[in-house]
């Protein structure tokens, strides 16, 4: 008899181990085991599917002594453990009722439903731990033997006459509690291993997202302008997925396709506008189903099309689509996966949408310091201009041809870097003027190194040279000033030097803490420097009584012009809607 009640129990188990794999194949199920914040209904219906359960188990449970030897625990202390104490309690009263009127009357009947309920309470009072990991086969092993044992004691307790509950318990007990608690391991394993395989699942989609979008990086950095990088990143997601068809799409027109041979319908008219109309509600859409006079037949009769929003600063900028074969199982990896992968490809398009942002921005900032400096050279040229007229006016007339030259070169030259010795040929000019000022008492050095060939910032050097000769002047009167340049391994330092009385402390103090102290050109100087070299790259002083040098630091490895030309190709391709060329 012993042999017989193992056999029974081990074909329970399999008939609940088979029970557990379809409810995980049910949609509602695996989502209301998956997630904790469920709503009543939900909760209900939990309850009473592992309710269910209790039932099928006393069903097919072996008569024996006027008792039911039966797996009807496994149901109820599962549903305690993995839905929570509301399910728990929910099974637990519909097994233990059900128990109670199956055999009213009978034997065990009252103290097999109180069993019952008092399985599904200790499940509940152990859900917590198990939810966090806390319990594992073995205390799942113990936990099911300890609520067997609780269930024998019960008997012994309730069930007349007491010499029947005995030899009643010395034959089911030991049955009873060692296979259901084998069982119990085997039916929430099954759990367990669905549980696994959808996170399998979810960890490759996303892994492939991730590889696709790290590949499709490069081509994404302009956004959707550029037609040739649009088609390269088609062609990666083509050949990384199984997809029979790939689109990307802007809001009016498709931008790039890789596709099967015999799909070259999806280009037309009819096949997008359906796509892009799907997008205003801002939600992935599947096109699965169409009658033979539809255009999308000849497509959806072997194929779905799944399309997903590409979204940047909140506005619905394009979609992609992606056209798959049919399969008899569902199609809602492949609607997770083209969300998740527009919703990567989207959030890498609004970064390269404030990137170019920020390109722009620096943009306004260098030419609004750029207009801070001619003004102010301008008013000083004048000056002296005005100066020489009253004594020489044929010299005042070339200092005017100096000054239309500076000019002319300032304004038909509209980069924001320019080469070194270019900055040195403008500088010229400005040079000329201030020699007619001060005459013999002006001497200016030039020290470059003769193959040192670098960009700066258009305009750097005629302020920091401005300043020497306005302010640096000895007790004399006399300004000697030096423009040097040399090169270093990492880098280049730049310096114009003079022998004047030296800076105010004040002055040093709030152009360091960036505060303004009155003045114009040091000041523009060391925010433009700044803002294209980084913070720590801003001028350096050394300054005493006997004169002082104001330098700067370019690294060797910044190419600034190259970037400027880079920006400035990408700012003319979106305004004028054309491809930008690699």
């Given at each position: 008899m012993?042999?017989?009640m ?7 188990i ?18 209301m085991?998956?997630?904790?914040k ?7 219906s ?8 209790s039932?099928i188990?006393t069903?097919?449970?072996v ?10 625990v496994i149901?109820?202390l ?9 399910v728990?309690?929910g ?14 009357g ?20 152990f859900?917590?731990?198990f ?11 113990l ?21 029947a ?10 049955p ?8 119990m391991?085997?039916?929430?394993g099954?759990?367990?291993m669905?549980f696994?395989e ?6 490759e989609?996303m ?8 590949q499709?990086?490069?081509?994404l ?35 790039a396709?890789k ?7 999806l280009k037309g008219?009819?096949?997008?506008a359906p ?10 859409t ?15 009769k ?16 394009g979609?992609?689509?992606?056209v798959?074969k ?12 083209a969300?998740?992968l527009a ?14 942002q ?31 007229s009253?004594?020489?006016?044929d010299?005042?007339r070339?200092?005017?041809r ?20 270019t ?7 400005y040079l000329?003027?201030e020699?007619a ?7 200016v ?5 003769e193959?040192?060939?670098c960009?700066?910032p ?12 306005r ?10 000033v030096s ?19 030296g800076?105010?402390q ?6 360091y803490a960036g ?8 000041e523009n100087?060391h ?6 070299y980084?913070?720590?790259?801003g001028?350096?002083?050394q ?17 600034e012009?190259?970037?400027?030309e880079e ?9 004028n809607g054309?491809?930008v060329?690699?």
């Open positions: 012993p042999d017989t193992f056999f029974s129990l081990l074909l329970n399999g008939l609940l181990v088979l029970i557990a794999t379809l409810l995980t194949k049910i949609p509602i199920v695996r989502s085991l998956l997630y904790d469920n709503s009543a209904g939900c909760t209900v939990l309850g009473a599917i592992f309710g269910l359960v039932i188990s069903y097919t449970g008569h024996e002594q006027g008792a039911i030897v039966n797996t009807r149901g109820v599962a549903a305690g453990l993995l839905g929570g104490p509301w728990g309690m099974a637990a009263l519909i097994g233990g009722l059900h128990r109670y009127f199956f055999d009213i009978g034997f065990t009947a009252v103290s097999c439903a109180l069993s019952t309920l008092m399985e599904g309470l200790a499940g509940c009072i859900s917590r731990r939810k966090m990991g806390k319990i594992d086969s073995t205390g799942i092993f936990l099911t033997a300890m609520v067997e044992t609780g269930q024998m004691a019960i008997i012994l307790l309730i069930s007349r006459p007491f010499p509950a005995i030899q009643l318990v010395k034959v089911i007990a030991f009873m509690i060692i296979m259901n608690a084998l069982g391991i085997i039916f929430l099954t759990f367990n669905v696994m959808e996170d399998s699942q979810f960890a989609k892994r492939l997202a991730l590889g696709i979008v790290e499709s990086l490069p081509h950095r302009k956004g959707l302008y550029s037609t040739k990088d649009m088609e390269a990143a088609a062609e990666i997601i083509y050949q990384s997925t199984s997809c029979a068809a790939i689109l990307i799409t802007d809001t009016r027109k498709i931008l396709m596709s099967d041979a015999g799909l070259c319908a008219d009819s096949i997008l796509i892009l109309a799907s997008l205003h509600d801002r939600n992935s599947i096109f699965d189903y169409a009658e033979k006079d539809d255009p999308f037949y000849p497509i959806l072997n194929h779905m099309i799944v399309a997903a929003p590409l979204i940047e600063m909140d506005h619905i900028i979609s992609l689509t992606m798959v049919k399969h008899w199982h569902s199609s809602r990896s492949d609607l997770s996966f969300s998740e919703r990567l490809f989207s959030t890498q398009l609004e970064l390269s949408y404030l990137e170019y920020k390109k722009l921005r620096r943009k306004a900032e260098f030419k609004a310091l750029q207009s801070q400096v001619n003004p102010h050279f301008l008013y000083n040229a004048l000056n002296t201009i005005s100066y020489v009253r004594e020489n006016p010299r005042a070339e200092l005017l100096s000054l239309s030259t500076y000019y002319r070169q300032t304004l038909e030259n509209d980069q924001y870097m320019l080469n070194l010795h900055e040195l040929y403008h500088i010229s000019s000329d003027l020699k000022r001060f005459e013999e008492s002006l001497c050095e030039i020290n470059i190194e193959d040192l060939n960009m700066v258009a305009f750097i050097l005629q302020p920091l040279v401005e300043n020497a000769i302010y640096g002047a000895d007790q004399m009167g006399n300004r000697l423009i040097q340049a040399h090169a270093d391994v990492d880098r280049i330092e730049i310096a114009v030097s003079d022998n004047g009385t800076f105010p004040e002055i040093l103090t709030r152009l505060q303004s102290y009155g003045g114009v050109g040091l100087v925010k433009r420097l700044k803002s294209i980084g913070q720590e790259n001028l350096h002083i300054s005493s009584e006997s004169g002082s040098k104001v330098y700067f630091l370019i690294p060797a490895a910044v190419s012009f190259r970037y400027m920006l400035a190709a990408t700012i003319s391709h979106k305004n054309m491809e060329s690699s």
